[in-house]
């Protein structure tokens, strides 16, 4: 029986790895890196910094090449879900491919495998796939240092206050978010930094990218005064690397 393990990673920083996480690295025999192209390139190489430093020698790494997917399209939910199965199947090939009926293999998770992020409903794709073929497909999961606390602890800041509730959500249900339950908002994959359409001047935002990583850059202060900097910022740092990760929180003062 092959076992695939999704690996939590954390934000970037090899040190933030936990030793859960560098056992089952040290563990594995074959890795699968998906390629989203030249633009995460540095994505990749931070992944194999940590392969280098955790990994056995004999390790072997495969790269996958990402289905392409529509941006904008008509049905969010319905792209998403074609673009998850298509990349469920190219990984369930690389890996009957690579790894012997024995063996393992892993997907290097950035953050923690349950906090939006498609690992997990891959790896339940490619348990259905293997079970059709007659097979098994073991799963183990090793959790990560989540972004919510890696900007958090760089900001010197808690996610909540005393009793009050945490909604955490993305940019593209910022809007939706339920009277009552906007105290203490974490934001995701928000790139068109919707807080300055939902928020008020006065709310609170701690604005982090890049967490964990030597390109790390932390924006605090009210909405109003200190939301076109961060949006600007947002703007000239993908630019410059050509993708960027960030997550914020939102408070009400």
């Not at 097979?135 to 900001?155: N, R």
């Amino acid at each position: 029986m092959r076992t695939l393990r999704l690996i939590g990673i954390g934000p970037g920083d090899p040190n933030l790895l936990t030793l859960a996480a560098v056992d089952a690295i040290a563990a594995t025999d074959v890795f699968l890196l998906i390629d989203k192209g030249a633009s995460t390139g540095e994505l990749a190489d931070i992944r194999r910094d940590m392969l280098t430093r955790f990994a056995g020698s004999d390790h072997r790494e495969v790269t996958v090449p990402d289905p392409p997917r529509d941006r904008d399209p008509a049905d969010y939910d319905a792209e998403v879900r074609r673009w998850h199965g298509e990349r469920a199947r190219r990984l369930y090939a690389a890996l009957t491919g690579s790894v012997p009926a024995d063996g393992s293999a892993a997907i290097l998770v950035w953050g923690d495998p349950a906090l939006y992020d498609s690992s997990m409903r891959l790896a339940d794709d490619m348990v259905a796939t293997a079970a059709a073929a007659g097979e098994l497909l073991d799963v183990e999961v090793i959790p990560g240092v989540t972004s919510v606390s890696a900007l958090t602890a760089s900001a010197r800041v808690p996610v909540n206050r005393i009793g009050e509730p945490i909604h955490i959500t993305t940019g593209r249900r910022l809007a939706q978010t339920p009277v009552g339950a906007d105290r203490n908002q974490v934001v995701m994959l928000d790139a068109h930094c919707t807080f300055r359409e939902t928020a008020n001047a006065d709310d609170l935002i701690w604005w982090g990218a890049y967490l964990g990583t030597d390109h790390e850059v932390v924006i605090a202060g009210e909405v109003g005064q200190v939301g076109e900097q961060i949006a600007a910022t947002r703007e000239r740092l993908r630019a410059e690397y050509g993708w960027i990760m960030d997550i914020y929180l939102l408070r009400k003062p």
